[in-house]
C-alpha cells in the first residue's frame, strides 16, 4: 500500500484550500461578468469532497481553475487557491503550475473518448505522464503502465498499450483516464462528472474503482457531479452551488436529513426513488439565470416558494451553523440553523 | 465487396477511360489525320505511307484494341518528328521534370507547414483576414507568371541565379539544383497558399477538442501538446490535400518549363503539338494521366492507412 | 469572423465589378487604338502619355490590356456556360437516374478529373489549330466535371427531401422536380462553382495563351501578352507587370466571389 509521502509532513493546512474565488469573464475593459463569485472550499487529506449543481452553475469552471486550466474568455478575478499550504496555485504562472498538473493534483474528465486522443496509442498517453514527471525511461514507463492498467481493472494490458481509444469501449477508456490520473501518485484527484458518459451498470464499476484507489493511495477526490445520488454515495462532505455561488455546504447526512437551503430541497426532492414510481418526477420551476441576468439579491429568489422581500433585493451571506453545516439563505438564517427547507 | 478491391476496379475504370479518351481526340479529326499531318502538299503516296505508319488505315476498333495492348506494354509508338521511340525519348527528359516536382514539394512542405503553424498560433479577426488574403493571393497569382517575376528578381536584378540554362544531372548536381530552385520556387508558390490554409484549418479544429485540455492538464509543455498532439492529427487531411494537388503540380511545371527552358516532359509535349507529333503527345498525355491517377490512388489509400480509426475497424 | 468573411464577398464582387466596368469601356475607349504600332515609341516605361508603358511594338501597354480584358471575360463566360450545361446534363442524369448510370459517369468524370486541368485542353487544342474557339470549348469541356459533381449532390440531397415527395405526390413530372423543384436549392452552389471555374478558365487561358496554343494574334490575351513581354524582362520590366497584375486580380476577386457566397451559403444553412 503506498500512502502519500506528504503526508509524514506534519502540517495543519488543508491540502486544497480555496478562498474566496472570483472568476470573471476576460473582458477588454471593466470587471467582466463574475462566473463564480466568492467560492470558498477546503479539502483535507484523505477526504472526498463533492459539487453539485445543475449545469451551469459553475462547478466544472471551479474544477477547472484549479489547476490554471480555464478557457481563454476566463481569468481569476480575485481569491486564492492554496495547494498543502504552501503553494499559492492561483498566482502561479503556467511553467510554474505544470508541475503540479498530472502530478499532485490530476484530473478525469466527463468524456472519456473525447478526453482522450484518437490518433495516439494508450500506451503513449500513459507513459507520456510518467516520463514527464517522474524521468522514467521508455522501457521503466512501459512496465509501469502495464501494472497501472492491471490496478484499474483492464484485462490484458500488455495488448492495451498498444491499442487505441475507439478500440475500447466507454467503460475500458475511463478506466484508462483514471490510470493515465494516478500515474504519478497524485495527493488530489479533481474527478468532473466522471460517470455521466457512461452507462448506469458502468458507472457503479467506476465509482468502486475510485473508492479503491482513495482507499489503497489515500488520495483525496474532489467529485463533481449534477447527481446528487453519486454524490451521496462518494462524498464526505457537499457543497451545493447555484448560480457561482455555494448555497449550502456540509456532510451528506447533514443535507440529506435537514436541508437548509431551498434549492437543495428541490434538488433532493427531483431524485427519482422505487417510491416515487407512479408519481410525476418532481422538477424545480423555473431557470438558471444567466450571467447578465443576476439581480441584485438572492439567485435563487426567482424559482423560489418561500422567497420573501428581503430576498429579492438583498444578497444572503453564507452563514455556518451547528456542525460546519452551511447556508446561504435568509430563512435559514431567521430560524437559526433548525429550519428543514420546504421546497 | 471489400473496399480496397472496389476501388481497384473504379481505377481501372477510369484508367479506361482515359486511353479511351487519349485514343479518340486523335480520332474525331473529321477527315484523315495522316492529311492532317502532312499538310494539302502530300502526295498520295506520303498519306498512304503515313497512313501505314499510323495504323488508321484499319478499322477504328482494331485500332484500338492493338494501341491499348501496345499502351499496356508502354509502346506509344515512334514519334514523328524524332524517330525515335516515343518511350524513349520521354524517358529522356524525365529526370528534369520528377527532379523539378519533387524539389516542389520539399519546398511546399518545409515552407507551408511551419507557416501553417504560425497562421494557426495567430488568432482574432486581423490574423484572420491577413492569413486568408495572403493564402487567396498566392492562389490567384499564375505560377508562370511568379517565374517570370522571379527570374525578373533574382535572376536578373540580383544576379543570384543563372537564367535560362539547365545543368543537368550528370554533369553537375550542385548547378541542376540550382537551376531548378526558381522555378520550384514558383510552382511551390500556390501549393504552400493551400498547406497554409488547410493546415490552420485542421490545427484550429484540433485545438478546440478535449484531448488537448486533458494534454495540458497531464502538465506538458504547450509547444509538446502542439507538436506531440495536435499537430499529428492536424497533418493527416493536409497530406491528403497535398497528395491531391499533385496533379496540378505536374500541370503547372508543364507550363513552368517553358518559363525557364527546362528540358523535361513539359517542353517536349509543347514541342510536340507544335508539331502534331501525334504518337509522341499520345504517350506524354497518358503518361502524365495515369501518374496522377496512380498517385491520387496511393494517397487515398495511406489515408485509410494513417488514420487509426479507419485503419482498425 | 462573420465580419471577415463578408470582406470576401464585398471584396471579390468589388475587383469583378471594377474589372467588368474596365471591360465594357474597353469596347468603345481605349487611350491609343491597341494595335496601333509606332517603333520609335518601343519599349517605353511608364509615362503620362502612356501609363503602363508600351510594347516592343510601340503599342499602348494599358490599352492593349483593357482590351485583353474582353477575352478573359469572354472565354470565362462561354466556357463557364458548357461547364454548366454539360455539368448539368450530366449531373441530372447521374443523381436521378441512379445505379449503374450513376456510377458510368461518374467514372467518365473522375477520368476527365485525372487530366491536371491544362493537360486536357493541350490535348484538345493539339487536334485542331489553336484559337480562341478551341481555347473556350476546351476549357468549357474541363469544367464539367465540377458542375456535374455539385449538381448530381445536390439532386442526390434533394431527391428523397418531403418537400419532393409532396410535389410527387400533386403529380408533378420530373422536369418540374428537377427545375421547379430541386433547382432552387442547389443554385446558390452552382453560383459558388461558376465563379471558380470562371477563375480557373482565365488562368488556364492565359496558360495556353502563354504557351501560344491559345487565344491567336489579332485576338488579345493577357498571357500572350506575357510571352512577348519575357523576351524583354531587362529592358522592359514594366511591360510584364501589368497583364499579369491583372490575371492575378481578375482570379482573386471570382475566388473571393466564390468563397463569399459559399459562406454566405454556410451561414444561412
Not at chain 1, 278 to 284: A, E, T, V
Not at chain 2, 288 to 300: G, M, R, S
Not at chain 3, 244 to 257: A, K, R
Request: aromatic fraction near 8%.
Amino acid at each position: 500500500m503506498q500512502m502519500r509521502e506528504a503526508a509524514a509532513i506534519a502540517t495543519e493546512a488543508s491540502l486544497l484550500d480555496i478562498r474566496n474565488l472570483q472568476i470573471r469573464l476576460r473582458r477588454t475593459r471593466g470587471a467582466g461578468l463574475s462566473v463564480l463569485d466568492g467560492v470558498s472550499l477546503t479539502v483535507e487529506r484523505g477526504e472526498t469532497i463533492g459539487i453539485v449543481g445543475e449545469s451551469g452553475c459553475g462547478k466544472s469552471v471551479l474544477s477547472l481553475s484549479i489547476l490554471g486550466l480555464l478557457p481563454s474568455a476566463m481569468r481569476i478575478g480575485g481569491g486564492e487557491i492554496w495547494y498543502e499550504g504552501r503553494h499559492p496555485l492561483h498566482t502561479m504562472t503556467d511553467r510554474d503550475i505544470r508541475a503540479f498538473r498530472g502530478k499532485e493534483i490530476a484530473m478525469i474528465f466527463q468524456d472519456p473518448m473525447s478526453s482522450l486522443n484518437h490518433g495516439l496509442t494508450i500506451g503513449y498517453q500513459i507513459t507520456e505522464t510518467l516520463r514527464l514527471h517522474l524521468g522514467y525511461s521508455r522501457k521503466e514507463a512501459r512496465e509501469r503502465a502495464v501494472w497501472l492498467l492491471r490496478k484499474v481493472g483492464l484485462p490484458r494490458p500488455e495488448s492495451l498499450l498498444r491499442e487505441y481509444p475507439h478500440q475500447l469501449s466507454g467503460g475500458m477508456r475511463q478506466r484508462v483516464m483514471i490510470a493515465i490520473a494516478v500515474s504519478c501518485n497524485p495527493g488530489l484527484l479533481i474527478a468532473d462528472e466522471p460517470t455521466t458518459a457512461l452507462d448506469v451498470t458502468i458507472q457503479a464499476q467506476i465509482l468502486d474503482l475510485m473508492r479503491q484507489i482513495r482507499e489503497e493511495d489515500g488520495t483525496s477526490i474532489l467529485l463533481i457531479s449534477h447527481d446528487f445520488g453519486i454524490i451521496a454515495d462518494m462524498c464526505d462532505r457537499v457543497l451545493v452551488m447555484y448560480a457561482g455561488q455555494i448555497v449550502e455546504s456540509g456532510t451528506v447526512d447533514d443535507l440529506f436529513e435537514r436541508p437548509l437551503h431551498p434549492y437543495t430541497a428541490g434538488l433532493l426532492r427531483s431524485i427519482p426513488t422505487p417510491a416515487k414510481k407512479n408519481s410525476p418526477l418532481y422538477s424545480i420551476e423555473g431557470h438558471v439565470p444567466a450571467l447578465h441576468e443576476r439581480g441584485a439579491g438572492c439567485r435563487f429568489a426567482s424559482r423560489c416558494a418561500h422567497a420573501t422581500e428581503r430576498c429579492r433585493t438583498e444578497q444572503p451571506e453564507l452563514v455556518a451553523y451547528r456542525g460546519g453545516h452551511a447556508a446561504r439563505c435568509f430563512l435559514a438564517e431567521a430560524e437559526g440553523g433548525n429550519r428543514h427547507a420546504a421546497v | 465487396m471489400n473496399y480496397y478491391a472496389r476501388r481497384l476496379l473504379t481505377l481501372l475504370l477510369t484508367v479506361l477511360f482515359v486511353l479511351l479518351l487519349t485514343f479518340a481526340a486523335f480520332r474525331i479529326i473529321p477527315g484523315n489525320p495522316a492529311l492532317v499531318i502532312l499538310g494539302t502538299e502530300a502526295t498520295d503516296a506520303q498519306i498512304a505511307l503515313l497512313e501505314e505508319k499510323l495504323g488508321t488505315d484499319r478499322p477504328l476498333a482494331e485500332q484500338f484494341a492493338d494501341w491499348l495492348v501496345a499502351a499496356f506494354r508502354l509502346d506509344f509508338g515512334e514519334s514523328l518528328r524524332f524517330s525515335e521511340p516515343v518511350t524513349h525519348l520521354i524517358a529522356g527528359r524525365l529526370p528534369v521534370t520528377v527532379s523539378l516536382a519533387v524539389m516542389s514539394l520539399v519546398l511546399t512542405i518545409a515552407v507551408g507547414i511551419p507557416l501553417g503553424i504560425i497562421a494557426s498560433r495567430a488568432r482574432g479577426k486581423a490574423a484572420d483576414m491577413l492569413v486568408t488574403i495572403g493564402t487567396q493571393l498566392g492562389l490567384a497569382v499564375p505560377s508562370f507568371w511568379m517565374g517570370i517575376m522571379l527570374i525578373l528578381a533574382f535572376g536578373l536584378t540580383l544576379k543570384w541565379f543563372a537564367v535560362s540554362t539547365f545543368t543537368p544531372w550528370s554533369e553537375n548536381p550542385l548547378l541542376a539544383v540550382k537551376s531548378l530552385v526558381l522555378p520550384s520556387a514558383a510552382l511551390a508558390v500556390p501549393q504552400i497558399a493551400i498547406v497554409v490554409r488547410y493546415l490552420r484549418t485542421s490545427m484550429l479544429e484540433q485545438l478546440g477538442l478535449d484531448y488537448v485540455r486533458t494534454a495540458r492538464s497531464k502538465g506538458l509543455r504547450e509547444s509538446a501538446v502542439l507538436y506531440k498532439h495536435v499537430l499529428k492529427n492536424a497533418l493527416l487531411p493536409v497530406i491528403t490535400i497535398i497528395g491531391i494537388n499533385f496533379g496540378e503540380l505536374l500541370a503547372g511545371s508543364l507550363v513552368i518549363e517553358q518559363v525557364f527552358t527546362l528540358p523535361g516532359i513539359g517542353s517536349l509535349l509543347i514541342t510536340a503539338i507544335g508539331n502534331r507529333d501525334y504518337p509522341l503527345v499520345q504517350g506524354l498525355v497518358v503518361l502524365i494521366a495515369f501518374t496522377v491517377i496512380a498517385i491520387n490512388f496511393v494517397v487515398d489509400l495511406s489515408y485509410r492507412w494513417l488514420d487509426p480509426k479507419i485503419r482498425l475497424q | 469572423m462573420k465580419r471577415m468573411k463578408s470582406y470576401s464577398l464585398v471584396l471579390g464582387a468589388s475587383f469583378v465589378s471594377v474589372l467588368f466596368v474596365v471591360m465594357l469601356i474597353s469596347l468603345v475607349y481605349t487611350p491609343h487604338p491597341p494595335n496601333e504600332m509606332n517603333i520609335r515609341e518601343r519599349l517605353q516605361a511608364p509615362s503620362v502619355r502612356h501609363w503602363l508603358g508600351t510594347d516592343n511594338f510601340g503599342r499602348d501597354i494599358l490599352s492593349r490590356v483593357m482590351v485583353g480584358s474582353q477575352t478573359a471575360f469572354e472565354v470565362g463566360a462561354v466556357s463557364v456556360a458548357i461547364g454548366l450545361l454539360g455539368g448539368f446534363l450530366v449531373g441530372t442524369l447521374a443523381g436521378y437516374m441512379g445505379k449503374w448510370v450513376d456510377e458510368l459517369l461518374m467514372r467518365a468524370t473522375d477520368a476527365l478529373l485525372a487530366f491536371p486541368g491544362i493537360l486536357l485542353a493541350l490535348l484538345l487544342v493539339s487536334i485542331s489549330k489553336p484559337s480562341l474557339f478551341q481555347t473556350m470549348l476546351a476549357i468549357g469541356i474541363l469544367s464539367i466535371p465540377s458542375f456535374a459533381r455539385v449538381i448530381r449532390s445536390g439532386v442526390l440531397q434533394h431527391k428523397e427531401a418531403d418537400y419532393v415527395k409532396a410535389a410527387r405526390g400533386l403529380g408533378a413530372g420530373h422536369a418540374n422536380l428537377i427545375f421547379v423543384q430541386i433547382a432552387p436549392n442547389i443554385a446558390s452552389s452552382v453560383v459558388t462553382t461558376a465563379a471558380l471555374s470562371f477563375s480557373t478558365a482565365v488562368l488556364i487561358e492565359a496558360a495556353l495563351s502563354y504557351l501560344g496554343l491559345g487565344v491567336q494574334p489579332p485576338d488579345p490575351s493577357w498571357g500572350r501578352m506575357l510571352n512577348e513581354a519575357q523576351s524583354y524582362l531587362a529592358k522592359a520590366p514594366w511591360f510584364t507587370l501589368a497583364p499579369g497584375l491583372l490575371i492575378t486580380l481578375t482570379v482573386l476577386g471570382f475566388n473571393l466571389l466564390g468563397d463569399g457566397i459559399r459562406d454566405l451559403r454556410d451561414k444561412k444553412s
